[in-house]
T-cell receptor, first 117, second 118 residues
Framework: AQKITQTQPGMFVQEKEAVTLDCTYD???????LFWYKQPSSGEMIFLIY????DQQNATEGRYSLNFQKARKSANLVISASQLGDSAMYFC??????????????WGLGTSLAVNP | GAVVSQHPSWVICKSGTSVKIECRSL??????MFWYRQFPKQSLMLMAT?????????EQGVEKDKFLINHASLTLSTLTVTSAHPEDSSFYIC??????????????FGNGTRLTVT
């Protein structure tokens, strides 16, 4: 079973508008972290934002915020005021703290975001 | 801080030859490095995890004799694709975790290597 599910293979958004990229996860570990990364066409992986399972508040980093709904096991990324440079692949990933697996990340399949001018 | 340098950025090699990809942590000591493979428009697929000074742990289905990983120092890990075939053409990307990192620390990635085998 998929541990990280990103149901939107592709998304379009108009420049300056907000967009939400979905991520749901599945784990029985009570301690875990969720990460979002951006991968432009050049290939590098850029860390955007982190949410811990025990964090009381939703994480925010500049124009990025995380809509964390623990009971629903969802950690959606919200990008406000989209810019043309936001066009990229976006990956959601999870680290299970008690997995004892070198702290490796479990990755979703990604969402391709295109920002239209 | 936390810069990971991966070299080369792209490489073209002939079928049957071997190619080495280097992953260096420039400003921190990387106790663990992860090697990923990524096909176009797909997710990252973890190939192996290497810990400094010990043998790499390969994921199921990854041929350890074909993808040789060496993590000889705290700042360098290498992936050698041996006897490359066209189906090995892919994007390979490494990431590193420092000794001091905690569970909520993000991985630091190299910029990737695009390998084309002709």
């Amino acid at each position: 079973a998929q541990k990280i599910t990103q149901t939107q293979p592709g998304m379009f958004v108009q420049e300056k508008e907000a967009v939400t990229l979905d991520c749901t996860y599945d784990t029985s570990d009570p301690s875990y972290g969720l990460f979002w990364y951006k991968q432009p066409s050049s290939g590098e992986m850029i860390f955007l934002i982190y949410q811990g399972s025990y964090d009381q508040q939703n994480a925010t980093e500049g124009r990025y915020s995380l809509n964390f709904q623990k009971a629903r096991k969802s950690a959606n990324l919200v990008i406000s005021a989209s810019q043309l440079g936001d066009s990229a692949m976006y990956f959601c990933a999870m680290r299970e703290f008690n997995a004892g697996n070198n702290r490796k990340l479990i990755w979703g399949l990604g969402t391709s975001l295109a920002v239209n001018p | 801080g936390a810069v990971v340098s991966q070299h080369p950025s792209w490489v073209i090699c002939k079928s049957g030859t071997s190619v080495k990809i280097e992953c260096r942590s420039l400003d921190f000591q990387a106790t663990t490095m992860f090697w990923y493979r990524q096909f176009p428009k797909q997710s990252l697929m973890l190939m192996a995890t290497s810990n400094e000074g010990s043998k790499a742990t390969y994921e199921q289905g990854v041929e350890k004799d074909k993808f040789l990983i060496n993590h000889a120092s705290l700042t360098l890990s290498t992936l050698t694709v041996t006897s490359a075939h066209p189906e090995d053409s892919s994007f390979y990307i490494c990431s590193a975790r420092s000794q001091e990192s905690s569970y909520n620390s993000p991985l630091h990635f190299g910029n990737g290597t695009r390998l084309t085998v002709t």
